[in-house]
């Protein structure tokens, strides 16, 4: 049955710790081989879901989950499919305005939110817990946009409060999110904004808000960056008290022409013009189905959600519903074809297992994995897809899936699942698993050989310390699996 | 010329894994670029100054008043400026690097950059990366590079990169690992028992045994998986411990990254190419102590590797680059930074270098909108590097051929 070779590769011979397996039959009196008995374990198992078939409602809903959150549990997607999807997108999108009992669990961290690590933690704790996925993933979404690093800022309350704002106006109009994010006091010490002055611009700011928060490049003139930067000339942070100030006095008053307009702009004025442009439509269209769906999305798709842009006043909700609501978004091309960041995959995979882990060891997971909360590496924002992967990344997300696997507390809902239920044998807890974290069947050759592992671990009649130590050995191995990557 | 005790091009993934070799073959990669043997154990050390450096006061061009017009408060005076001749001469925090500039294993190449140049940070850095001046190739220069190697030197290890994955190496045949540390390259599986350790080691390389032909995203994954796999596994044997001959500068990470460079360097790992980045060059705004601190690092931290590398026996045979995205405007603006600019310098060190001044000094009386008109077009470098130091058919790589350059000895 194997199509992969079993044999001990010898690049691993000096692994340390290494020991060859005992023979699995020995001392069991049974003249099977493992083909033999796999044959009468499992006459018949679900088949690797063909993905290019149209997706059930519960695959949709899962899908939606997994992209527009964290991923959604058995339980939660038993509930979801009662509702169907049309209602759940609805609900997702109109989430409620506060969550206590997450403010509760928060509190009780005792966090003094004056280190990195301190704001790191708060957020990573709200996307764990929330029943506001949308929203944890829409301020995701900003703090890529709006890529804002403490490393510039180095100040861990401005970095705070700029994600509070993604919070604010996660889902509002284009055109208060950007005039909002050109007084936000880490932008402004992040894109230098205190140095530039009527008489001595400087474009730092203006660049980035045409380049990369609104326009793109290509759609205007290097006159049209010296002009914006002049426009936003003043706008200043007053360091004494953290906050906006527009410095009237070093403000740029003479004519400015944007655009081919002309006019004594602010930069306001600049924002009011530059949400107007097709180009602008087009651009946080394209970046929000990127980030939801698939890369390089169709011209098609594009103009119909710079359509929706127009005809709902910059409505970011707008857009975002239009994208979840879309055809492509569950189609073949897009199901299963993301990798996933790595914030999404460790959050994700907390999620799908439950129970407690050290929220230390997801930080410093995300970190080596390439990506650390509030330091992007540059105004560009976060990589995307593929850029993700690298030998060493994907090692260090293969790892924290081992991480997971061990320290997972007893409690994990999970764990205590498949210790619960009637013990079915090898496939079925396997099938159990992908079910839960997979949310698919692998590939045929890797399922073989999850199979394979969960018998050599289990032995014939498992006890239940055994199952326990054979779940955890699967969890890691899965984590592990190219199919976890992606989602 | 020290022997290098262990090719893991030849002993490593491919001899290691034995049968495995013909699973190397089924990949499909670009043209074939023609790699000269004699060089075939030459590298490259590529340093990446992120963000934009300010190359006026790196290499100071202290002789022309219009300097220290343009740059009231920043410019560097003349008296401190470690002279090469009566025009220029380097910034006084990089003493190490004039010392190697004075053993004639310097060379700068003045006002670098490309025709169309751009101010964004990301577009010309995708450019410098790609060296394709509209910045729309997918793969970089030296990703390239790597996809023309023939298949047994194709490694995974073939270049590596300390911190960031940068956009130059990416190939379309593999993907080369960006490390954090060197401890945390490889799996580890869950728990302490060693039976269920070992036969998770087993599913997992079991599952990353096979190298698949396919371009689907999930073999893609997998390949990555087994390169990681096989990867690792060399690199851990290229890592023992390892007491430099030289003081590096603590505190630096540009510093400890090159020590390690050294260190895989020393062991006769064969990587091609070592790629590291330093940021902080985007000084808009009160630049000056900003910049010293970062010319210091440079310089301490490259004059180091440099002398380390020469007591291994190990000079002649590693060249290291220095470049920006950019250099900064001439004149400064009005918070004692300068913005985005165009020409500036690179440094190219190492006993392979014959040393000295290239290309005209920037003309600050004859700017290219504010800025150094870009003089030595860093294609040439480039194509230099690839054909006359890593002995490939720098044509096939870049997909022209650009004149090559007199700084290779």
């Known amino acids: ?163 509070q704002f993604f919070r604010v106006n996660a889902l509002g109009d284009f055109r208060d999110i950007l005039v909002g994010i050109s007084k936000d006091p880490a932008m402004l010490v992040w894109l230098d904004s205190n140095s530039n002055r009527r008489g001595a611009p400087n474009e730092n700011y203006g660049r980035e808000l045409l380049e990369l928060f609104s326009m793109g490049i290509g759609n205007y003139t290097e006159t049209d960056v010296k002009e914006t930067a002049r426009a936003f000339t003043g706008w200043h942070i007053n360091r004494q008290t953290g906050t906006f100030v527009f410095n009237s006095r070093l403000h740029d008053y003479d004519s400015k022409t944007f655009l081919g307009k002309t006019g004594n702009f602010d930069g306001t004025d600049i924002i009011d013009i530059d949400v107007q442009q097709p180009a602008t439509a087009r651009f946080i269209s394209k970046k929000l189905f990127s980030f939801f769906a698939y890369q390089d999305p169709e011209p098609e798709v594009i103009d119909r959600l710079a359509d929706v842009y127009f005809k709902n006043n910059r409505s970011i909700k707008a857009i975002v519903e239009a994208i979840f609501r879309s055809e492509e978004f569950y189609s073949p091309k897009d199901v299963f074809t993301m990798v996933r960041s790595p914030v999404d995959l460790v959050v994700s995979a907390r999620r799908l297992v439950g129970g407690q882990i050290n929220l230390g060891s997801m930080l410093a997971a995300m970190r080596r994995a390439g990506q650390q909360l509030f330091a992007p590496p540059d105004v560009s924002g976060w990589e995307t897809g593929m850029e993700w992967i690298s030998t060493s990344r994907l090692l260090e997300r293969f790892n924290y899936g081992a991480t997971i696997a061990g320290t997972v507390t007893n409690g994990s809902d999970i764990i205590s699942q498949v210790k619960t239920r009637k013990y079915a044998g090898p496939v079925s807890l396997v099938e159990f698993l992908n079910t839960r974290i997979l949310q698919r069947y692998p590939e045929e050759g890797r399922r073989q050989l999850l199979e394979r592992l969960a018998l050599e671990s289990l032995g014939l009649s498992p006890s239940t310390a055994t199952i326990e130590k054979t779940t955890r050995t699967l969890i890691a191995v899965i984590m592990a699996t190219p199919e976890f990557q992606l989602e | 010329m020290k022997i290098e005790r262990r090719e893991f091009l030849k002993m490593g993934a491919i001899g290691v894994l034995g049968a495995g070799t013909m699973m190397l073959l089924p990949r499909t990669y670009a043209q074939e670029a023609d790699i000269d043997p004699s060089k075939a154990k030459n590298k490259l050390v590529v340093v990446q100054l992120s963000g934009g450096n300010d190359g006026l006061n790196t290499v100071v061009p202290y002789g022309d008043p219009a300097y220290y017009t343009k740059r009231p408060t920043l410019a560097v005076k003349p008296e401190n400026v470690l002279k090469i001749d009566d025009r220029v001469g380097f910034a006084p925090q990089l003493a190490e690097m004039k010392q190697v500039y004075d053993q004639g294993r310097l060379a700068v190449l003045q006002a670098a950059g490309y025709p169309t140049s751009n101010r964004s940070h990301f577009f010309s850095m995708d450019v410098w990366h790609t060296a394709d001046l509209t910045a729309q190739d997918r793969f970089g220069w030296l990703g390239k590079f790597i996809d023309g190697l023939q298949t047994p030197e194709k490694d995974p290890l073939v270049g590596l990169s300390v911190g960031i994955m940068p956009k130059a190496m990416k190939a379309s045949t593999l993907s080369v690992p960006a490390l954090e540390s060197l401890d945390r390259y490889q799996w580890t599986p869950y728990g302490n028992d060693p039976i269920e350790t070992s036969r998770q080691i087993r599913a997992f390389s079991d599952m990353y045994s096979e190298t698949k032909d396919s371009t689907t995203l999930m073999d893609i994954l997998q390949n990555i998986g087994k390169d990681a796999l096989v990867s690792s596994t060399d690199l851990k044997n290229a890592s023992r411990s390892y007491l430099p001959s030289v003081n590096y500068p603590l505190n630096s990470i540009l510093s400890i990254n090159l020590k390690l460079i050294a260190q895989l360097i020393g062991s006769g790992l064969g990587t091609r190419i070592y790629y590291l980045n330093i940021g902080g060059f985007d000084t808009h705004a009160s630049q000056v102590q900003q910049h010293q601190n970062l010319l210091t690092t440079i310089s301490q931290s490259l004059g180091a590797f440099h002398e380390d590398l020469k007591d291994q026996g190990n000079g002649d045979r590693v060249m290291t680059m220095l470049f920006s995205e950019f250099g900064r405007r001439v004149a400064q603006n009005g918070s004692n930074g300068t913005d985005h600019g165009k020409g500036g310098p690179m440094f190219v060190l190492g006993g392979g270098v014959k040393g000295g001044m290239y290309g005209p000094e920037p003309n600050l009386n004859d700017l290219n909108d504010g800025d150094v008109n870009p003089a030595i077009d860093f294609r040439h470098v480039y194509a230099t590097i690839l054909e006359k130091w890593m002995g490939a058919n720098s044509q096939k790589v870049m997909g022209q051929r650009f004149p090559l350059l007199d700084f290779v000895k």
């Open chain 1, 1 to 163: 049955m194997v199509a992969m070779g079993l044999a001990i590769p010898k690049v691993l011979a000096d692994y340390d710790g290494l020991v060859a397996p005992p023979n699995l039959f020995q001392n069991t009196g049974l003249a099977l081989d493992y083909e033999e008995y796999m044959k009468q374990l499992s006459p018949q198992t679900v088949p690797f879901a063909p993905i290019s078939r149209p997706l059930t409602e519960r695959e949709k809903i899962a899908h939606l989950f997994r992209r527009a959150g964290f991923g959604a549990t058995e339980t939660e997607l038993d509930a979801y499919e009662k509702k169907g999807l049309d209602k759940t997108i609805t609900e997702l999108l109109n989430y409620p305005a506060a969550e206590p009992e997450l403010e509760d669990a928060i509190s009780k961290l005792n966090l003094k939110m004056s280190s990195l690590a301190d704001i790191q933690t708060w957020w990573v704790t709200r996307m764990i817990l929330t029943e506001r996925p949308l929203l944890e993933r829409m301020v995701l979404f900003w703090h890529g946009h709006f890529a804002t690093s403490i490393r510039g800022v180095n100040n861990v309350s401005y970095m705070l409060q700029q994600n």
